[in-house]
């Protein structure tokens, strides 16, 4: 932890001599001893903890209101007071901008790191139709849906994006439109997963199709976030020309894979917990760093190295360590991205109301074209497109990376209706995968309302390379081809039982059983394997012995024939 602190206290130290050098009246300033600047600072601190706390004192008084936490809402309404309020200046923002950069750079990491063989998705069947209906569908609707607010307000005299605003607009609003895009196509696949984990479900067929649809359009989002910097690279370069947009796009790729490969050698076999940790921060600073200044996306380039990272096997261990950041890392995001809000005009409002209405359409009619195009229509239940609404913490990296790179007169309609997109779907997310898995009689109304603990050997599941594994393999890693060929009989047999009985709380078993990465899918077909062992192990002992009694058969009458007393091998007769 010194080592960590060190590393930390040297990040923000430079932040802070630059913002110290940029402007008087930065908050970082009280690293010359300025008394205001220091009382700033307090000040600071104090609403970080008031609004913790306070947050979490009505969540225990007002149950009702505990949804508002889970969405990270009272972060970004600390962010809002410390910008409208002028508590932190516009100058000290932009001195933050590599601590901003690092925790986008982060995000996109650990996604990339998420790939490993024990935790990347089955990237088959309804899993693919699932995320590309999704995608194409939602990424459709909300980037087309800027151009139509625009057309509208033309039409009603308004000038959403103000007065003399011509030359740029038309970049302005194709970058806003696939930035909506993008981040409307993301699923936050942790929710899902902190249900599965929380309440444990069986691991049926819409735990599956959920996981990975959601894991696939977090994929599919970074990848269309990465293509914008690409279609509108800022900065010149001292080439005879400018790279073209498959040559930039190129270029994002092959900065991620060779960084990725020199960190791999870097790594190499260290299970050295603290090493790694410091391995991993440095990695982020170092890749995002290098985004920034060649005007890419952190989030791709992060994402590409974290890719390569999980194929050799240091990745696991390494998104091991540094799971532990993930949490508070997003707490800082969910804060910055309050200080980046700013208030749009009464139609940026409503904007924002039609882009929630929209991702919620986009995210439905791809849920039932995946349904309706699917050979297993009868596995599907009902709120499936629902379950899919929750975003999480990329969407807000992608706000902040976006805000900080593509400023314009646009961006405060843009950066509002993503957190408000941001903040509704949360509220919404988890009871909609709730519902979906009850529909799917995969969870039972009891462990809804009462929940089940976890046993403590899994709890600390980050910390404990052995329980990640046997978590995330069967959590993530949900296809649905894990009954083998050789018994579509039992299968069949089995989920007809599983359609018919009812859903009990023993179903469930413990979360080391049920999310056993070699387990079969289901109690029921685990009942029906063992009962078929079973009656081969008593097949193979009938068979042996007869064949034993046949040859004692024969010496008898071997012996009759010849008048003598069959020989037995004591040794032999030991072991029949």
Known sequence: MGTLAAFLGTLLGSSSAFAASSSGDSLLGVAIGDGGRLGNVVLVTVCLGM???????????????????????????????????????????????????????????????????????????????????????????????????????????????????????????????????????????????????????????????????????????????????????????????????????????????????IFALFLGRDDDGERLFIAGLGIIVFASGLAYYLELSPIFVNFTVGVVLARFSGGRKLLSKLGSIEKPGYIVLFIFLGMAWQSPSLAGWVFAGVFVGVRLLGKGVGAYLTYYYSEYQERYSHGYG??????????????????????????????????????????????????????????????????????????????????????????LDLSLANTPPEEPQAMEKAEALEMSAPVEPEDFGSIGDTLDPDAPVSGSISALRSEGRQKTDSADVAEHSAQVQQQDDDESELADASGSEPEHDEDEEKKQ
């Open 386 to 475: 629902l379950a899919l609404t929750a975003q999480g913490g990329l969407v807000a990296a992608i706000t902040l990376n976006y805000n900080q790179q593509y400023a314009s007169p646009l961006s405060p309609v843009i950066v509002n209706a993503l957190i408000v997109g941001l903040l509704v779907n949360e509220l919404i997310g988890r009871r909609a995968v709730r519902n979906a898995l009850v529909n799917a009689n995969e969870l039972s109304f009891s462990q809804v309302d009462e929940g089940v603990p976890m046993p403590e050997a899994s709890i600390d599941w980050y910390q404990d390379g052995a329980s990640q594994r046997t978590l995330e393999s069967m959590t």
């Open 51 to 261: 609004g913790y706390v306070i947050v979490n004192v009505i969540d225990k008084r007002i149950p009702q209101f505990s949804v508002l936490v889970a969405s990270g809402l009272e972060y970004i309404l600390v962010g809002i007071v410390l910008s409208q309020f002028n508590l932190v200046s516009p100058q000290t923002l932009h001195a933050l901008s590599p601590v901003v950069t690092f925790g986008i750079g982060s995000v996109g990491l650990l996604v990339g790191l998420g790939t490993h063989k024990y935790r990347r998705p089955a990237v088959r069947g309804d899993s693919i139709h699932g995320a590309s209906w999704s995608t194409f569908v939602t990424f459709v609707l909300a980037s087309t849906s800027l151009y139509g607010w625009v057309y509208l307000c033309e039409q009603l005299g308004i000038q959403p994006l103000g007065e003399g605003y011509g030359p740029m607009a038309s970049l302005d609003l194709l970058v806003g439109g696939m930035v909506l895009g993008a981040a409307a196509t993301v699923s936050g696949a942790e929710l899902i997963v902190e249900v599965i984990r929380l309440k444990r479900p069986k691991a049926g067929f819409m735990s599956r199709i959920l996981v990975n649809t959601a894991y696939l359009t977090e994929i599919a989002g970074i990848v269309l976030f990465g293509l914008v910097f690409c279609i509108a690279h800022q900065g010149q370069t001292s080439l005879p020309r400018e790279p073209t947009i498959a040559e930039w796009f190129g270029i994002n790729l092959a900065l991620g894979l060779v960084l990725g490969a």
